[in-house]
């Protein structure tokens, strides 16, 4: 008999399902709400008076029901009560149904008194048909919620596997989400079999029948518990969309001796839809090295950037890729996208052509280091804002081809410079590095050169009241082209070895994403600020990070066990090459902005006659291929450049 009635639901349910697919169901729940509401006056009056319901004249009650009716009618559709979907019904659709039912309730009474020359009705009669039209309306959409989500595995097909028993790491409102999904799942791919929290305000507690264990440092007792129980886990699923960074390191160094699977919910800003089923994704790079979000002022660089005319330098690199994605969103009167790369300017201008159709634009194959090139351009595209990130950053490359290092980012930076000032620009934006400071490589000596080269320009410019020069300076990004990070992942695909230079060498990361958004932000901040002059916004960091560990983490990240599935090999450090960076010289002073990601260091400003002479003097060097010279002159203008890196072998 049980079969029987479970094969009869099953079978009113698809009718339901599909009746999308013959009529708009939205009618159905319109009708279904009015004749509840039509039936709750009389049942109330039931309720109210008992056998003494035939007292009162048929017709009155029919009359009294289809008015009620009627002004339900008007408020549903006021409110649209009817719009929702049955099979997510929570407790948001109840509230609007109560105040529904409570408009339409205040409206009858209204009429109910204007009627009472045909007839009147016990005045307690609209308290009780307030709680019968609720329970009559919420009922029937609570009850076909139950009945689908009990059922709803029969529409999966005849395949059946053991759900993952699966530990969940945080207690946010993500988390009960995903823990209500699966039982709406009715066939779950996963058996929750506990929740593990960053507090201990609630241990012991229960979300939807899972208890809350303990907290990650109790992660070795709870895992002993439940494996006495025969529910040990075989995954760990983040549901706390700030667990990423220190946390999430800490929680990698627990599980180094069980080696479970972990992985996470997508954020709210990941979901396509709100009903969609919640997918858990792998743990990326970017959440292992998270950090707290910085505040930023979106409406400033909104004013700074809408309606002008910008232009990108080195658009098809990782920064100025970044860098014409975000800037797009601003809605900049016309964009003007520049690369050396054929491929790479392609590829910017392609992406661009997809997401911003609308927007005028135009991409222009050229070498920064053609000052003539650069100069045709400027004055044929006019702009008002620069963007310069083209350079060579490769430090093994710059180090072997020194006269292409010296043309590209110091001649180019230069030729991008006298440009802007010649057209009167608005802001120049100069994108610099972390290897500037005491470089001992050629790439970052170059950058440094180009760096006092901007900070010359901006206190110039302040003068002058001209061009200002912005310059920022950060580590490396992730993901970016000759960055560890893809690297590791090839080495990973491959099955290893992953190669590192020095067991002991650190670097600063942060997102493309977030380093660009701090970029805007200087630009915003320096423009505005004539006391920002020759002075470098150094962008917020966080700690360095041993590329021997990150490597270590991305090998378990992928579900291997460092030096057992998968090697690690010391190779050496490579010529110019530093066992950590710096973000500052030791005397510079850093001094706070408004933004909490971003600082300003000091560097000592050269006199821009000097330095202009002395870089044309560089640049017939470079251009003549007398390498001894250019290096010679590189030296002379960047005076804390060290060659070789034998004093950055002492670990700090």
């Not at 009705?121 to 989500?149: C, D, E, Q």
């Amino acid at each position: 008999m049980k079969n029987v009635v479970k094969y009869i639901i099953k079978k009113i349910l698809r009718y339901f399902s599909d009746l999308d697919d013959k009529i708009n169901k939205t009618y159905f729940i319109f009708t279904h709400d009015l004749l509840a509401s039509f039936i709750s006056l009389p049942l109330s009056l039931w309720l109210r008076v008992g056998e003494e319901i035939h007292d009162y004249p048929t017709e009155l009650i029919v009359k009294h029901a289809t008015i009620y009716a009627l002004l339900s009618a008007g408020v549903f559709v006021w409110f649209r009560t009817y719009r929702s979907v049955w099979r997510y019904v929570s407790m948001n659709e109840l509230l609007l149904l109560t105040v529904s039912v409570s408009c339409t309730n205040i409206l009858y009474l209204m009429t109910a008194f204007l009627m009472s020359h045909s007839g009147t009705m016990p005045h307690s009669l609209v308290i009780i048909n307030w709680f019968i039209n609720i329970a009559l309306l919420g009922s029937s959409r609570f009850t076909y919620r139950f009945l689908k989500n009990e059922f709803n595995h029969s529409s999966q097909g005849g395949s059946f596997s053991l759900p993952v028993k699966t530990l969940l790491i945080g207690l946010t409102d993500q988390t009960e989400m995903f823990i209500r999904d699966q039982i709406r799942q009715g066939e779950s791919s996963y058996d929750i079999v506990g929740i593990l929290e960053t507090t201990n305000r609630n241990i012991g507690r229960h979300v939807h029948s899972v208890e809350v264990l303990g907290q990650l440092r109790d992660f070795p007792k709870v895992l002993k518990k439940l494996e006495s129980f025969n529910n040990c886990p075989q995954k760990l699923v983040i549901t706390d969309p700030d667990f990423t960074g220190k946390p999430l390191q800490e929680l990698i160094t627990l599980n180094k001796k069980y080696n479970f699977e972990i992985a996470r919910l997508p954020r709210m800003w990941e979901m396509t839809s709100a009903t969609q089923k919640i997918q858990i994704k792998p743990i990326s790079i970017e959440d292992l090295l998270g950090r707290p979000q910085v505040g930023l002022n979106r409406k400033s660089m909104q004013v700074f950037l809408r309606g002008k005319r910008v232009l990108v330098t080195g658009c098809g690199g990782s920064i100025g890729g970044e860098l014409v994605r975000q800037i797009a969103n601003f809605d900049p009167s016309h964009l003007t996208l520049l690369d050396h790369s054929e491929y790479l300017l392609y590829k910017s201008e392609l992406e661009l052509s997809e997401n911003h159709p609308d927007l005028s634009r135009r991409a222009i194959l050229a070498d920064v280091a053609n000052s003539i090139r650069i100069a045709e351009i400027f004055n044929e595209e006019r702009p008002e804002i620069v963007f310069h990130a083209a350079a060579l950053k490769h430090v093994p490359i710059a180090q072997t081809n020194p006269n292409e290092a010296v043309m590209t980012n110091v001649m180019g930076t230069q030729n991008v410079a006298e440009a802007a000032r010649q057209c009167n620009v608005k802001a120049v934006v100069f994108i610099s590095t972390d290897k500037a400071v005491n470089p001992t490589n050629i790439m970052g000596a170059t950058k440094r050169l180009s760096e006092s080269y901007c900070q010359a320009l901006d206190s110039l410019g302040v003068k002058e009241k001209t061009t200002r020069f912005i310059t920022t300076r950060f580590g490396n990004v992730l993901g970016s082209t000759g960055s560890v990070v893809p690297l590791f992942k090839r080495q990973i695909a491959r099955g290893g070895p992953l190669t590192v230079t020095h067991p002991d060498v650190k670097r600063y990361f942060m997102t493309i994403h977030e380093a660009v958004e701090l970029v805007l932000q200087a630009a915003v901040l320096g423009y505005e600020s004539p006391d920002t002059a020759g002075q470098i916004f150094v962008l917020e960091m966080g700690d360095l990070i041993k590329i021997s560990d990150l490597a270590r983490q991305m090998i378990q990240l992928a579900g291997f066990i460092p030096d057992k599935d998968i090697q690690i090999n010391y190779t050496g450090l490579r010529e110019g090459e530093k066992l950590y960076e710096e973000l500052f010289y030791g005397e510079e002073k850093l001094i706070k902005t408004k933004c909490s990601g971003l600082m300003l260091a000091s560097p000592k400003v050269m006199n821009y006659g000097l330095l202009r002479n002395s870089l044309h003097q560089l640049r017939e060097y470079a251009q003549q291929y007398q390498t001894d010279l250019s290096l010679e002159m590189l030296k002379k203008l960047v005076p804390e450049y060290q060659f070789g890196n034998e004093s950055h072998f002492q670990t700090d």
